[in-house]
Structures are given as structure tokens and as C-alpha cells.
């Protein structure tokens, strides 16, 4: 129980059980499985640990994960004006997609806020998912759609992803729907047989060990295809996980309500290649992303080194120091096996970003930890 202590307070109050702490299909699966932390996202509950943190992580590292990302909530868009709607809704020219590409799309508001970062995945000019992190855009989508008078159909469908992550993954996901998986590439998708179902797979997931999403579309055969995975995958010591905090942070993905939220907009965290002001695009926010561009901005995320061999869960932002000033705030961090030290996020003033600025974090429970700025991500991503 340590290592939770230091993810949770022992003495933290359980979370009620209700509808509106949503199931997903391997729920009970994720239970018997050992689940011991569970968090919410997009209304639904998220497993976070099984082992233990660190357990967790080396054996992401090195065997195969099966991880209940039900909560990657799907907004099905269809219609006529499909692909108009989507590229309102983004900054980034979704224009050359092709029918089975899966695209990271920065979503923005009118002040150029961030709405949420989902994947998209096109079926046809007619048909899109955007794959959300936790923030409610099936009603931004809806409010859009209406505002705009556009001809979509704006639902969330009943889908739940199921994510294989980790080195042995390509080896586990085509012992179940066959050779093909191998011939889908990094953020391209396609529609398998499993068991008589077709189901969407993609090679793509939120950690940097490679891996597949497949989409299950039917609440029946959830548990099923978790099952069918253990039993493919025993030699490859397949397992239950979920998506990695210190692994996520070594791999630079960002998360939203964590390291940004709507009052950033995509300049500050380190999204600026997917800002296409410069291509012929109409997305709301357009113009304020113009004045932020030219005005340029005055903090962005970086990357932290801490020096310390423990750190507890970021609950709140950490504040950064540069003696008696305050020039920032970490918004993520955890101890990396990888680096024997502490790495993080910071939002740092323009004045503190440089690569090398010696800071000070103030880490509840631990005092000032010395930090130093060092560019994104920790971990460079391999050649895929
Ligand atoms: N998969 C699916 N849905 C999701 C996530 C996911 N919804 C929530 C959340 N994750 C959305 N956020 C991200 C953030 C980063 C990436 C995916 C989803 C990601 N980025 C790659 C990178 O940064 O290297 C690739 C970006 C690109 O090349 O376009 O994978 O994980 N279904």
C-alpha cells in the first residue's frame, strides 16, 4: 500500500458508486484483475494502478498491457457537412486526412483556449470520430453544429476503446485478428474481423511502447476480447495496466485538466506545429490565435529535472521559484526509473523557459525542490 499512499491519501474518502460514475464493458474484468486506483474521466472511471507505480511501469516497459480506456470517449460526427464541422473545430488543416488516418487535432474556442486535444478518425468525407480527453465536447460539437445551421448528426456512440500497449503488442493484437495488424501503420486504422464482429483498430495509444486501440462497438463482447487477450498473451506475460504517469511524462504527451486546460492556448503547450494559420482553413478561434502568434506569448510548458527520489501525486500545481519570485507552476511530475530522479512539466514565464534556468519547486510535504529547465520530451521517440 505505499506506493498508492503516495497516489491517494490512505485516509481519502472511497468515491461513490452511481451512474454517473460510468462502467465501461471490462469493468468487472479490471476489478478482478487487481484494480487498486481508479480515477474519472469524461464521467467514466479510469483504472490508474494495479501492481504498484513503479511495477506498473517496468512492466509496461517490457512485456504487454491491456488497458480499459473505455473512458476515450468517441464524438460521432456524420453528415453532409462532416468535414466542415471538424475543421471548425480545430486549428490544424484536416484537409489531406485520408479514410483511415487517425490525426492529433488540437480543438480551440473563440479566445483560442484549449477545448480538448482528441484523436480524430476519419471513416469518409461524411463520417468522423474525434477520441476525447475529459472535457464535455459532444456539447461544444452540438452548440457549433446548431449555431452554424450545419447538416451533421453529432452523437456519442457506444464504443469503448480497449488499449494493448507495450513492446509485445503487434506480437499479441495479431495472434487475435490475424497478420494484417502488422501492415497498419503509427496513427492509421483499420476494420477487423474479431469472432464474426467488425471492430476499428488503430495503431496508435498514450504511451511511447507502441501499441493498438480497438474500438469495441458492442458492450457484450467486452469482456469477451479482454478475456480472449490474457488467454493469447500468457507467454508474452500480458497484463492489466493503464495509461502511465512517469511513462507519459518520458514520452512528452500532455494531459487535459492536468498540464493544460481552456485558459491555454496550443502556443503555450508546445502544439504550434499543429496551428495552421498559414493554410487556407476556417476554424473558430482563427483570428485570436493570429493575434497570439503575433503578439507571441509570454509563458509555454517545458520540461523539469527535480532533484528529489520522491515525490507525492500533483494534485494541485506546484509553484516555481526563482529565489523569491514565483515564475511558474509544475503541473505534472513523478520520480522516473529512467532518469533516478524526478521529471515534470512546468508553465514557466518567458523570463524562466531557457533550457538550464536553475529553479526552486515548492513540493508539499517535501519543501523547495531544485529544479532545471530541459526541452520536450524526456525521452526522444523511436523511429516507428
Ligand atoms: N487515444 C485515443 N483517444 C484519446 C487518447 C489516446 N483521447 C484522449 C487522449 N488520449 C487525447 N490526447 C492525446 C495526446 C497525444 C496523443 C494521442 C492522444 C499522441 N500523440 C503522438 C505524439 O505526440 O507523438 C502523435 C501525434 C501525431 O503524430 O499526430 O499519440 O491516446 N483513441
Known amino acids: ?59 509496461l516497459k517490457t512485456h504487454v498491457q491491456v488497458w480499459d480506456v473505455g473512458c476515450e ?83 456519442e456512440p457506444a464504443v469503448w476503446p480497449l488499449a494493448v500497449q507495450g513492446p509485445k503488442a503487434e506480437t499479441l493484437v495479431a495472434r487475435l485478428f490475424g497478420e494484417e495488424v502488422r501492415q497498419i501503420r503509427f496513427f492509421r486504422f483499420a476494420t477487423l474481423a474479431w469472432q464474426g464482429h467488425r471492430l476499428t483498430v488503430a495503431r496508435s495509444g498514450w504511451s511511447k511502447q507502441g501499441g493498438f486501440e ?10 469477451r476480447l479482454w478475456d480472449a487477450c490474457f488467454e493469447a498473451g500468457r507467454d508474452l506475460e500480458v497484463g492489466p495496466g493503464a495509461p502511465h504517469n512517469t511513462e507519459r511524462i518520458e514520452g512528452g504527451l500532455l494531459s487535459y485538466g492536468n498540464d493544460f486546460d481552456n485558459g491555454n492556448n496550443p502556443f503555450e503547450i508546445g502544439l504550434e506545429k499543429y496551428v495552421h494559420l498559414d493554410r487556407d482553413i476556417d476554424f473558430v478561434g482563427r483570428r485570436a490565435l493570429a493575434a497570439i502568434r503575433e503578439r507571441g506569448i509570454t509563458r509555454r510548458i517545458m520540461g523539469v529535472f527535480l532533484e528529489a527520489t520522491e515525490l507525492p501525486a500533483c494534485e494541485q500545481g506546484w509553484p516555481v521559484f526563482e529565489e523569491e519570485r514565483r515564475v511558474g507552476e509544475v503541473t505534472s511530475a513523478s520520480v522516473s526509473p529512467a532518469f533516478g530522479e524526478g521529471i515534470g512539466y512546468a508553465m514557466l514565464d518567458r523570463s524562466h523557459w531557457n533550457e538550464g534556468t536553475a529553479l526552486d519547486v515548492l513540493v508539499p510535504n517535501e519543501g523547495r525542490v531544485r529544479a532545471r529547465v530541459t526541452p520536450l520530451p524526456f525521452i526522444a521517440p523511436r523511429p516507428s
Open 73 to 155: 470517449r468517441q464524438v460521432e460526427i456524420q453528415g453532409r457537412d462532416a468535414a466542415t464541422l471538424v475543421q471548425r473545430m480545430t486549428c490544424r488543416d484536416v484537409s489531406r486526412a485520408v479514410p483511415g488516418q487517425c490525426l492529433y487535432v488540437p480543438l480551440v474556442d473563440e479566445h483560442g483556449g484549449m477545448v480538448n486535444d482528441p484523436v480524430m478518425l476519419k471513416f469518409s468525407d461524411e463520417h468522423f470520430w474525434l477520441s476525447i480527453a475529459d472535457s464535455d465536447v459532444l456539447l461544444w460539437a452540438k452548440g457549433l453544429a446548431a449555431g452554424l445551421g450545419l447538416d451533421v448528426e453529432c452523437r
Open 1 to 59: 500500500m505505499q506506493e498508492i499512499s503516495s497516489i491517494v491519501s490512505t485516509s481519502a474518502p472511497l468515491l461513490a458508486a452511481g451512474r454517473r460514475m460510468r462502467r465501461t464493458p471490462y469493468t468487472a474484468r479490471v476489478e478482478a484483475a487487481g484494480c487498486r486506483v481508479f480515477s474519472i474521466y469524461n464521467h467514466m472511471l479510469l483504472p490508474e494502478v494495479f501492481r504498484g507505480d513503479v511495477a506498473d511501469y517496468h512492466h
Open 214 to 223: 480497438i474500438y469495441v462497438n458492442d458492450w457484450a463482447l467486452g469482456e
